[in-house]
């Protein structure tokens, strides 16, 4: 008898669809705990994530304790508000209505992430009706370290990016429905993204930019209605702030540039979003007009990071619009390409290749995610011990010059002097340096607290992002002033005293 080869069938697709169904709620459940994790560590933690953080929670305080917000740079404090009033607002009546200082900031961006996230989900449903497409977009974005990671930061950015994604979300919806309503509720969402971080300007530009296309008389109607009454919001807050608003929100917020922050933030870019990036590029040839808009909003999003990430002082929450917008553009570019139902089908096509990049998104996503929580688990404690080190400094009668902001959230809840935004002010010429000058000359500060000791040999070349102050002013503290101990933690901070000579 002739021997017979048996063949086993192939796969039906009606089995791949459910494989790939699993492998997708399998990637749901790690990118949720995730999130769970995140969510923990945030409500555990009570001291900084990040240097900035404490700045928002400080300048929070002292505006809803009638401090003001936006200091004309001529006076004490010397301190600089560079966002929009929303974000320091809710954050500050949070925490005086009995809601941790950190917390209550964070609490904020967490719940804008998990908005955002669901944003994503029906921004998709407006652009394409594959719901497997639809769920690997929002896994692709949930997935996202970066995401993660500023989410649960009491700073202004995912919330600014919220209120964006709602707006467009808005665009889409009427582009769908031609409601008008949902054109108005755009235009809203777009002044409060602009009033909580001024650069939030992609969604509505790109809503701008799509009418024009679509629709030159509600185009013009639309731009001039967000432009008025964002416009009037803007004079009018600036007049309440006697030029306070424009000061600190445009003027001192323009850093020095430095190419080697762009650097660094396009290396952790291509490093973490390469899969996603590639799957949304080829699908840019292929994007429909449906779709067109999204690509739009996403140009202008890249373009708003290359412009401001150069900036002295800038940090990966520069990326985070990006990595909500592209994975909705990767999601759409699967569609468009039919890469679901070439996969089902198993069909031989370059397509179903692009499965690769993006697991690998995915898996490198996951695994940082871990990182990050375990690295905030272990410097919680570090940073504990050095704010508690420092309280017998802070934490108490006097004035204080410092550059450890954590301890200023705990004991004091202001600041006189931000080094870092003051020393670049007054290099630009933006701040007479006078009046800190006199004062460290007269000994009228009780304590100084420094991350270097003035009376050892300093590096020739400093850190640009080192909060420092100016010259002048740590020549003035080496003569009238001595180190009496040093706090060993994260910062390393030196504590100042008057000379008794």
Known sequence: MAAHTIVAPAPSSCTRERTC????????????????????????????????EPLVVLHANMLVHGEGLYYDLKHYPFTVSPYGPIFYAASGYLHRWGMGPYLSGRILSFAALVTALWLCWKGLGYLTSDRYARAT??????????????????????????FSLGA???????????????????GILVILAVFTKQTAIAAGAAIGLTLLVEDRKRAALWI???????????????????????????????????????????????????????TAAVGARHASRRVAPLYIYAGL???????????????????????????????????????????????RTWVTLLQVPL???????????????????????????????????????????????????????????????YSL????????????LRDLSARQFDTILLAE?????????????LAHLPAAQLDAIRRNYRVVQHAEGPYGVYVYEPRRD
Not at 23 to 36: Q, T
Not at 169 to 175: D, E, I, Q, S
Not at 397 to 420: K, M, Q, T
Request: with cysteine.
């Open 359 to 421: 697991l690998l998104h995915v898996v490198l996503n996951v695994l940082l995610t871990a990182r990050v929580l375990a690295e905030r688990a272990l410097l919680e404690s570090v940073r504990a011990q050095e704010t508690a080190a420092l309280k017998p400094f802070v934490d108490r009668p006097g004035r204080l010059l410092s550059v450890h902001f954590d301890s200023l959230v705990h004991y004091r809840g202001r600041i006189e002097v931000e080094p870092l935004i």
């Open 168 to 186: 467009f979300t808005a665009f889409l919806r009427y582009r769908d429905k031609r409601e008008d309503r949902f054109l108005v509720y755009s």
């Open 453 to 465: 000791n003035l009376f050892e040999p300093q590096p020739a070349v400093q850190d640009p992002e």
């Open 425 to 436: 002010l007054v290099e630009a010429g933006r701040i007479d340096p006078g009046p800190v």
């Open 21 to 52: 169904t699993q492998v997708l709620r399998w990637f749901a459940i790690f990118v949720a705990l995730g999130l769970i994790g995140h969510l923990a560590v945030m409500l555990w933690s009570q001291h900084e994530f990040t240097p900035v």
């Open 137 to 162: 977009g929002v896994i692709l974005a949930a997935s996202t370290s970066n995401l993660l990671f500023w989410g649960t930061v009491a700073q202004t950015d995912v919330l600014a990016c919220c």
């Open 301 to 347: 999003a890249t373009a708003i990071w290359l412009l401001t990430a150069p900036k002295i002082g800038s940090d990966l929450n520069y990326q985070i619009e990006m990595m909500l917008v592209l994975p909705m553009c990767a999601a759409c570019a699967l569609a468009e390409l039919q890469f679901f139902p070439s996969l089902f089908a198993s069909r």
């Open 224 to 278: 001039a209605g967000v432009g008025i009454v964002g416009g009037g919001i803007a004079l009018a807050l600036n007049a309440i702030t006697h030029g306070g608003y424009f000061s600190n929100a445009i003027f001192a917020n323009i850093n020095p540039f430095a190419w080697f922050k762009l650097q660094q933030q396009a290396q952790y870019l291509i490093l973490t979003e390469a899969g996603v990036i590639l």
